[in-house]
């Protein structure tokens, strides 16, 4: 069975300053990696995902992450956050076996916020 | 762009008594998910439904939990005998599932209360 590890729960930030939140996983075989944002009042939204090929993928938003397969890590980063990234950010794995299709795991969750 | 909906928006049930949250896909997806999070934990995976059958589920998806798709539109997550700790916000996702890649798209959510 898969699980996904996110260190940082809250993490502050003040605008244009740069951002990494830490996602580990721990699987036996072959993933998929997502990160998932949640906007207050608002659903699930995807802001990337890997499933293979170049490890460093862009997403929405500026977002991007990097696959080290190695650490079995696929952190987030944005070079510049903005007030508007304040959020839910959520880290996900599924096996590659499956493509997308199966059940995700996701990790807690780090609550993002950004002082003006 | 199109939408995963569902309703109600909130439930609140008194322990023993029935549920059943609804889910509008995406039109032609054909991979229907739910997912439930209890307040301060992480989001979890119950059940995966394909072909008009379950195709995955969690040790968390026990016999007082049942999906169907009875129209052909909605996706109903039915809880049988609720407990206080099936309070929770449920999701349910969807999958068009015909590309390698594809990509699980969120509801809203369902925010359960069981009294």
């Known amino acids: 069975a898969q699980s996904v590890s996110q260190h940082n729960h809250h993490v502050i930030l003040s605008e244009a300053a740069s951002l990494e939140l830490g996602c580990n996983y721990s699987?036996?075989?072959?993933?998929?990696l997502f990160w998932y944002v949640q906007y207050p009042g608002q659903h699930l939204q995807l802001l990337l995902k890997y499933f293979s090929g170049d490890p460093l993928v862009k997403g929405i938003k500026g977002f991007e992450a990097e696959f080290i397969k190695s650490k079995f890590s696929f952190n987030l980063r944005k070079p510049s956050v903005q007030w508007s990234d304040t959020a839910e950010y959520f880290c996900a794995v599924n096996a590659y076996s499956g493509g997308g299709a199966d059940g995700l795991t996701f990790g807690k969750g780090t609550h993002l916020i950004i002082q003006p | 762009e199109p939408e995963v909906t569902q309703t109600p928006s909130h439930q609140v049930t008194q322990m023993g008594q029935e549920v059943i949250l609804r889910c509008v896909p995406i039109s032609n997806h054909l991979y229907f998910y739910w997912y439930r999070q209890i307040l301060g934990q992480k989001v979890e995976f119950l059940v995966s439904f394909y072909n008009n059958e379950i195709s995955e589920k969690s040790e968390i998806f026990d016999d007082q939990f049942s999906v169907e798709r009875p129209d052909g539109s909605n996706f109903t997550l039915k809880i049988r005998s609720t407990k206080l700790e099936d309070s929770a916000m449920y999701f349910c996702a969807t999958l068009d599932g015909t590309r390698f890649t594809d990509t699980q798209y969120f509801g809203p959510g369902t925010r359960l209360t069981v009294l």
């Open positions: 699987y036996g075989g072959t993933v998929n």
